[in-house]
C-alpha cells in the first residue's frame, strides 16, 4: 500500500502539520512498505529506555541486577546453520559456493517466505525499526534495516551494529540491506527445498534477508556478516575475516584473531593493556583494518569478573543478555546455570569496553596473526610459529573443536574444520578468501601464530584440562612484546610445528603437549595420529587448487 496523500479539506492547521510530519518521517514509508495502517505503532530507531519498556512485556524478558535487559531466545539457542539459504538468481549465482554451506532457494520460494514474514510483522501491535551501518570504514560501510516484532531483536541489533549520528539518520535514506526477522512464525514447510520450520534466506539481488521460525538473535547478527563476505570481496576486492582485532597502545601494532566460536576471540581482544578494535567481525582493505560491527556478543558461561573484568563490568543498562539464569528475587546472574543453553550470550555497545578503539578503524596492517583452535584432544601445543605456507594451510583447514551450545544441537565437544575459519559464513570457495589473506600477509610481513585455547594434558573426555586463560595470556603478551619471535623453537613430530622451548611465565611441561600427557605415551602417539588423519582426509578437498608447499605445510604421516 502505498502513502496516500493528505486530505486537507476541514483539517485544522494542528493536525495539518501532524500529518505533514507523519507522511514525510521515516516510520511513514516502511508503513507503506508493509501495507500497514498509517496507524500502526512503528518503534522507529526507538531509545533504549523504550525498548526496555516494551521488552519487559515479552515472555522470559527481566532486568538484572546489573541493569542488562535479560530475554529468552526461544527453542532455537544458536544458530541453524543447515536452515541458512540463498536465492539463486542471475546477479550472484556464479560467484556463489553452492553446497552444504549455500543451500539454494528458488525466487518464487523466497517471494513466499518474505510475503509470509511480511504478513506477520502486519498483525503485530508493535513494528520495531533500527537503521544503522556495518562497517566503520565510511568508503566500505552499508546501510542496514532491520524491521522486527521483538523490542529484545531491536535492542540486540542496535548494540551489535554502528549506530549513526543524529545528523546521520536524518539523512539515511534508503537502506542499501534490509532484514525482515519475523522469527516467531514458522516458515512453510510445503514451498520447494524447505525441510524444517526454520528458514534464514538471503537474497542478494533484492539485498534483503528473512527470517522464519527461529527468535534465536545471532541470525540477525551473522546474516549481516554472510552478506560482507559477499560485497566485499565481490565490489571492493576487500577481505572479509571471522576474527577479532586489537592495536598496542604504545607502538600501534595490529593483530588480528582467527577462530570460531569457543576459541576465544572475544576474551582474548579484550585486552585492558591494547585497544580493541573489535571482536568477532573484520575487513582488511587496502587502508588497514576496519570492524564490521559496533558492539561485541561474548559467551557468558562460567563468566567472572575475577577472570574477564573488562567483559564481566560491561554486562550493564543497555546490553542483552540473553539465556541466562538468574535468582528470581535478587535477579543476580548465575553464570554458570546452563539449564537452558550452554551458549548463554551477552550482546553490549562496543564502547563498553573502556580499551576501545573509537571509531573501530586503523589505518596500518596486522603485524601479529593469531590463528585460534580449541583443541580437545590436548594434542596441539598451546602456541606454535608458523611459516607462511602453514597458516594457508591452518587457515584453509579451520581446524577446532566445537563447543555445546554454539549451534542449535551441539551438546559436547566435537572436532571440525570450518575453512577460513569462519565456513558457515562464506559464501565464495574458500581457496578465494585464502589467497587473498596469504597475498596481504607476504605483501605487509606479518607473522602468523597457531594458539591453541583448548585442551592440555589429554583429552576433554579423558580427565585433560583446559589451558589455564593466565598462560593464554601471557603467551600473547611475549608475542606482541616480540620475545616470542626471537625465542629458541624446536620441531613438533608428525604436524612440523615450531614450538618455544620456553615461554616467560608459562610452565615448560605445557609447552610441549608429549611432555605433559597423563595417559602414557601410546595413546598419546594414537591421538596425533588420529587428528593428523582428519586433517589430511579434510584437506583433500582443496588440495587440486593448492601448491604442492601449502599441502606438504600439514601434518605427515
Not at 515479552?58 to 530475554?71: D, H, V
Not at 555445546?404 to 558457515?424: K, R, V, W, Y
Not at 601464530?449 to 580427565?463: D, E, I, R, V
Request: aromatic share 10%; net charge negative; glycine share 8%.
Amino acid at each position: 500500500m502505498a502513502p496516500t496523500a493528505i486530505d486537507l479539506q476541514q483539517v485544522s492547521d494542528e493536525d495539518y502539520q501532524t500529518k505533514i510530519k507523519k507522511a514525510t518521517s521515516p516510520s511513514y514509508s516502511v508503513i507503506a512498505s508493509l501495507g500497514l495502517n498509517p496507524e500502526a505503532v512503528i518503534r522507529h530507531n526507538a531509545a533504549v529506555p523504550t525498548l526496555y519498556e516494551d521488552g519487559l512485556l515479552e515472555k522470559g524478558t527481566a532486568i538484572s541486577s546489573t541493569g542488562a535487559l535479560m530475554a529468552y531466545s526461544g527453542k532455537k539457542t544458536g544458530r541453524s546453520p543447515k536452515d541458512k539459504r540463498i536465492v539463486d538468481e542471475e546477479t550472484s549465482t556464479e560467484h556463489i559456493w553452492w553446497g552444504p554451506v549455500n543451500k539454494k532457494v528458488d525466487e518464487l520460494t523466497w517471494k513466499i517466505s518474505k510475503a509470509r514474514a511480511i504478513d506477520y510483522l502486519r498483525t503485530r501491535e508493535k513494528i520495531y525499526v533500527i537503521d544503522a551501518f556495518a562497517g566503520w570504514d565510511p568508503r566500505y560501510r552499508i546501510k542496514v534495516r532491520v524491521v522486527c516484532a521483538r523490542a529484545y531483536h531491536a535492542l540486540f541489533m542496535k548494540n551489535m551494529l554502528i549506530r549513526p549520528t543524529e545528523e546521520e539518520l536524518q539523512n539515511f535514506g534508503e537502506p542499501d540491506f534490509t532484514i525482515w526477522n519475523a522469527g516467531q512464525f514458522p516458515a512453510n514447510v510445503h514451498t520447494k527445498g524447505m525441510t524444517s520450520s526454520t528458514s534464514v534466506e538471503i537474497n542478494f539481488k533484492s539485498m534483503e534477508m528473512v527470517i522464519l521460525g527461529t527468535e534465536y538473535a545471532g541470525e540477525m547478527k551473522k546474516g549481516i556478516f554472510t552478506v560482507m563476505f559477499y560485497l566485499m570481496p565481490i565490489r571492493h576486492k576487500v577481505l572479509t575475516l571471522h576474527s577479532s582485532a586489537n592495536q598496542g597502545v604504545q607502538n600501534k601494532d595490529v593483530t588480528l584473531f582467527f577462530g570460531l566460536s569457543g576459541t576465544g576471540k572475544t576474551t582474548l581482544s579484550a585486552d585492558p593493556n591494547r585497544k580493541l578494535i573489535g571482536d568477532d567481525e573484520h575487513c582488511w582493505s587496502d587502508n588497514g583494518v576496519f570492524n564490521i560491527e559496533g558492539g561485541c556478543y561474548a559467551k557468558c558461561l562460567d563468566l567472572s569478573g575475577e577472570k574477564e573484568p573488562e567483559i564481566f563490568n560491561a554486562i550493564k543498562f543497555g546490553s542483552v543478555l540473553e539465556n541466562v539464569g538468574y535468582d528470581p528475587v535478587t535477579k543476580i546472574v548465575d553464570y554458570y546455570d546452563k539449564s537452558i543453553t550452554e551458549n548463554t550470550r551477552c550482546a553490549y555497545p562496543i564502547d563498553y569496553i573502556p580499551s576501545a578503539l573509537i571509531p573501530c578503524t586503523v589505518d596500518s596492517h596486522p603485524k601479529n596473526i593469531v590463528l585460534l583452535t580449541c583443541d580437545a584432544r590436548g594434542v596441539l601445543p598451546p602456541i606454535s610459529k608458523l611459516t607462511n605456507a602453514q597458516v594457508m594451510y591452518h587457515f584453509i583447514s579451520g581446524y577446532t573443536s566445537k563447543m555445546a551450545g554454539t549451534e542449535d544441537g551441539i551438546t559436547e565437544p566435537e572436532a571440525t574444520f570450518s575453512a577460513c575459519f569462519g565456513q558457515p559464513f562464506l559464501v565464495l570457495h574458500p581457496m578465494k578468501y585464502a589467497q587473498q589473506l596469504s597475498d596481504k600477509m607476504i605483501h605487509h610481513e606479518s607473522t602468523a601464530w597457531l594458539l591453541n585455547t583448548g585442551w592440555t594434558g589429554s583429552s576433554a573426555t579423558k580427565g585433560g584440562s583446559r589451558c589455564p586463560l593466565k598462560y593464554t595470556r601471557r603467551i600473547l603478551d611475549s608475542i606482541h612484546s616480540g620475545e616470542l619471535a626471537k625465542a629458541e623453537y624446536k620441531n613438533y613430530p608428525t604436524f612440523g610445528l615450531q614450538i618455544p622451548k620456553e615461554v616467560p611465565g608459562v610452565p615448560t611441561e605445557i609447552l610441549d603437549p608429549s611432555n605433559n600427557w597423563v595417559d602414557g605415551k601410546d595413546n598419546f602417539n594414537t591421538e596425533v595420529r588420529n587428528l593428523a588423519q582428519l586433517f589430511m582426509e579434510n584437506f583433500e578437498k582443496y588440495a587440486s587448487e593448492c601448491t604442492t608447499e601449502v599441502i606438504q605445510a600439514g601434518p605427515q604421516l
